[in-house]
């Protein structure tokens, strides 16, 4: 059976390879970093969700060390069974206080967070409408329940609007939107969302995956970026970007929403508990962002930095602040052959292209962060101009 499935399965890569598609994967011989050996070559890496440089900081590899002393690798338990330590309730409340939220379910991961919400809280009685280029998570989320499914285009106000009368007999209506789209570098106008809920009666539930830890005035994200902290119902988010760049998620929320995810919540019954060295670990990073807004600042430093001198260089770049920085490049195979070169260059970057992106979108997405220094963002950008030609 298996030999007409191989063959089925190799003309599809086949396909992927010629339309230029293929994404390979880069081996790195060092720790995640501002710098890493990629085929035994020293790059600048642009890629990384390192936003605040936390991947490698020596007080968190000191926090996990201590970590694995006190807790142990791991638990070999879900959570309702044998899973839960004190330091999962500790994260838990912390990253409650620390997003201005009632209550936080960890998750082994964000993409589990969103696979677990739409199935616990809505059913066939009830709506939710989501932004069209909202996190895949989401979208998968959203498919396993079995809410009345809407959409609106991007950002579009006037069609979530629309969408909001549609559903206007639903028991319930939750609007889903990222905070910061991460192919886009966009944010959500999340106030405005909120009156568009205060006015139809809808929950508003944010995915902050690409915002926690830096966006905001004291890096708690969009929601208090945007002043609507009390107006979100649920926030969910990662471990695995700013804050520390391992693994994990979490949803935070309302307490009642938290309670039945704890109750029902499928990823969350059903897989093992987070491994209690990145749990403490994450308190660890939390005290960081709490006492200290170095990073913070050198992150918008070296972003302002990047777009000022792409934009003086005549690249076509995404419009914004943050630092996801989306250099449009439109052909799949000149973003993948661009990309290849800056390697070659020393600059470690990676063309996205259909199905992350739509056709004739492609890009070369750079990542900026608080690691890298002045003199790596010049010489990134003096990169992309010779890989330019």
């Known amino acids: ?107 082994s991961s964000c993409f589990d967070a969103n696979g677990g919400v739409f199935e616990t809280l809505l059913d066939g009685q009830d709506a939710v409408i989501s932004d069209a280029l909202n996190h895949a998570s989401i979208i998968d989320g959203i498919r396993l329940s079995k809410a009345r499914r809407y959409r609106y285009a991007n950002r579009d106000m006037a069609e979530l609007e629309a969408r909001l009368k549609e559903a206007a007999d639903a028991r319930r209506r939750l609007i889903v939107t990222d905070g910061v789209f991460s192919m886009d570098g966009y944010l959500a106008p999340l106030a405005d969302i909120c009156d568009l809920a205060d006015r139809y009666d809808a929950m508003v539930m944010v995915d902050d995956s690409h915002a926690v830890g830096f966006v905001g005035p004291t890096g708690r994200g969009t929601p208090e970026l945007h002043g609507v902290t009390e107006r979100i119902d649920i926030i969910t988010g990662t471990l695995g970007k700013a804050l520390g760049g391992a693994s994990g998620g979490y949803v935070s929320g309302r307490k009642e929403i938290c309670d039945l995810l704890r109750q029902r919540s499928r990823p969350y019954l059903f897989s093992n508990s987070l491994a209690p060295a990145i749990a403490a670990t994450s308190l660890r990073i939390l005290d960081l962002l709490e006492t200290t807004s170095e990073a913070r600042e050198q992150l918008r430093a070296n972003t302002e930095r990047f ?32 990309a290849e070169r800056l390697l070659e260059l020393g600059v470690y970057v990676i063309g996205f292209s259909y199905p992350v992106v739509p056709h004739g979108q492609a890009r070369i997405r750079v990542q900026l962060s608080a690691a890298h220094t002045a003199a790596d963002v010049d010489r990134a950008v003096d990169a992309f101009i010779q890989a330019r030609g």
């Open 307 to 338: 777009r000022s001198r792409m934009t003086e260089a005549g690249f076509d770049i995404l419009p914004g602040d943050h630092p996801i920085v989306p250099v449009m490049i439109g052909d799949a195979a000149e973003a993948g052959a661009m």
């Open 1 to 107: 059976m298996f030999t007409n499935v191989r063959d089925q399965l190799r003309a599809t890569l086949d396909e992927i390879t010629e339309a230029g598609l293929l994404k390979p994967e880069r081996v790195i011989g060092t720790p995640q970093s501002s710098r890493v050996s990629v085929a035994g070559q020293e790059v600048l890496n642009f890629c990384a969700n390192n936003y605040l440089g936390l991947a490698d900081h020596p007080e968190v590899i000191e926090a996990a060390k201590r970590a694995l002393d006190r807790w142990g690798f791991g638990m070999a338990s879900v959570r309702f069974i044998c899973g839960t330590q004190e330091v999962h309730k500790e994260l838990e409340a912390r990253l409650s206080d620390f997003l201005g939220m009632e209550d936080t379910v960890l998750y």
